[in-house]
């Protein structure tokens, strides 16, 4: 190790004209905020285990949930990764009479989502702005017929230690002869804060456009961390329209 | 990355002070490497780069990209200079797959996993030194020396080395073999369409410990997949 130590006396100049400033290597699938995707893609034949914790709490006329989004994520190339979610929801249940309900706890949903990097995966050549395309298709395991497509556009935008995020969401759940359409936009910012902690803010929110008048609009702080091959995000969703709190963690390990 | 810690005041003065350009009307460095084993007996040839800082020249459009190939669970070659704005090419050779990442802070990256026959390419924008590894394989290492000019040369198995085009002047001459203890330098006056003479000599080290991409020890044996 000694050698490597002194080894560099005559490049470290040159190098520390270069690193100010250099974005990290892009490691995993991760997203540096809670409840919007982020912009990085697994490297090609890597996998990871994600599992997405999340929290609606306090929507008027809603059982409050805590849900559960857990699977492996594939990188099928550097830039288009697979992966393959089971997903969980825990519903309060109600004592008020007469339509007093027990908490339920059940499968939901289990499908397929495909994230696409629209520019090199590499970080340093990618340039400042990163779009990513999304789509996710999953089976409705209480509503047999049904089907729920997801689809996200993404766009990144990277300079030096700020990370800004633009997400354009929509869901659709299909049934025979029905069909509801969300709208999930959202923004966020985050700044390397130290070392790999990253602290920023984000707003979030999921508004019905067909079928139905569900809305709800959060705003709050988040986090990102990395840690050799575990990495996290988490926000906690300060309710402003028709919603008290909506925490979400995430977290990724990689193999 | 503690190691990688500024130590040569001479050569930051040197990044920051005068500003010329290549010019291949300029003069020219040449003379001899020599290799010497820590204990000091002659190692055997040993490529080695010399080249020379202080001042910027961007990277030649037309040339050729680098290839640092993945064979027989070596990188070959496993030292390449490079001018910075250039990509390197990285080809598996190897029936078995290969991964190649940097933790270096001057340029972090992981290329993935790839088959035999498969290439991945990087570039490197900014100078600085890249210790590159596989991920799968521990015994293998390479190093990358992204320079701020194209005045650099790699030695001929002698030792032997000519930079051509250095702009007249003071400059501090390098040279650089992996696993060095440390680059060697030394001052040089360089006259216009003038040969200007330098012998350097290098110690060789030790192969230093890495981690894989993780920040991890490898594994005992370290895992290869086929």
């Not at chain 1, 982020?38 to 914790?53: A, C, D, F, I, N």
């Not at chain 1, 456009?209 to 300060?238: C, E, M, N, Q």
């Not at chain 2, 060697?184 to 991409?213: F, Q, W, Y």
């Amino acid at each position: 190790m000694f050698g490597a130590m002194v080894r560099v006396s005559g490049l470290v100049a040159v190098v520390a004209v270069g690193v100010a400033g250099a974005p990290g290597t892009a490691h995993a699938g991760r997203t540096d905020f809670g409840w919007l995707f982020g912009t990085e893609t697994m490297p090609e034949r890597s996998v990871e285990l994600q599992t997405w914790t999340y929290e609606e709490n306090g929507r008027p006329g809603v059982r409050d949930e805590t849900s559960l989004w857990w699977g492996p994520v594939i990188g099928i190339t550097d830039q288009l990764e697979l992966s393959l979610p089971i997903e969980a929801t825990w519903r309060a249940g109600s004592t008020a009479e007469p339509t007093a309900t027990p908490a339920t706890f059940a499968l939901t949903d289990y499908g397929v989502d495909l994230r696409y990097r629209l520019v090199r995966a590499d970080p340093v050549t990618a340039g400042p702005v990163v779009p990513l395309l999304r789509v996710a298709v999953k089976r409705d395991v209480d509503t047999r017929s049904a089907v729920v497509t997801e689809a996200d556009l993404i766009i990144g935008y990277q300079r030096g230690r700020l990370h800004a995020l633009l997400d354009a969401g929509v869901t659709g759940e299909f049934a025979s002869g029905e069909h509801d359409v969300f709208a999930r936009p959202g923004a966020g910012v985050s700044v390397q804060a130290i070392g790999d902690l990253r602290l920023g803010a984000e707003v979030f929110s999921e508004l019905q456009v067909s079928g139905g008048t569900y809305r709800w609009v959060a705003v709050g702080p988040d986090l990102a961390w990395t840690h050799g091959r575990f990495w996290l995000s988490a926000a906690f969703g300060i309710g402003i329209y028709h919603m008290e709190t909506a925490p979400r963690i995430t977290w990724g390990i990689a193999f | 990355m503690g190691h990688r810690l500024l130590s040569g005041a001479a050569l930051a003065a040197s990044l920051v002070a005068p500003t010329a350009h290549g010019d291949p009307a300029g003069g020219r460095v040449t003379g001899t490497v020599t290799v010497v084993e820590a204990d000091g007996t002659a190692a055997p040839a040993i490529d080695a780069i010399v080249y020379v800082v202080g001042f910027p020249e961007p990277a030649d459009p037309k040339a050729v990209p680098a290839q640092i190939a993945q064979e027989g669970r070596h990188f070959v070659p496993d030292l390449v200079a490079v001018t910075a704005g250039e990509d390197i090419i990285f080809p598996n050779n190897d029936p078995f797959l290969h991964n190649v990442f940097s933790q270096s802070s001057a340029r972090k990256f992981d290329l993935g996993s790839f088959k035999k026959g498969d290439k991945k390419t990087a570039g490197f924008p900014d100078p600085g030194v890249i210790d590159v590894y596989c991920n799968i394989h521990p015994e293998m290492a390479a190093t990358i020396l992204v320079l701020p000019n194209r005045r650099h040369a790699r030695t001929s198995p002698a030792g032997a080395y000519t930079l051509e085009g250095v702009p007249p002047g003071e400059w501090t001459v390098f040279a650089y073999t992996r696993r060095a203890v440390k680059p060697v330098s030394a001052k040089v006056t360089v006259t216009a369409k003038a040969d200007t003479k330098l012998d350097l000599k290098l110690v060789r080290g030790a192969e230093p410990e890495h981690l894989n991409k993780f920040g991890e020890k490898y594994k005992a044996g370290g895992p290869t997949y086929k």
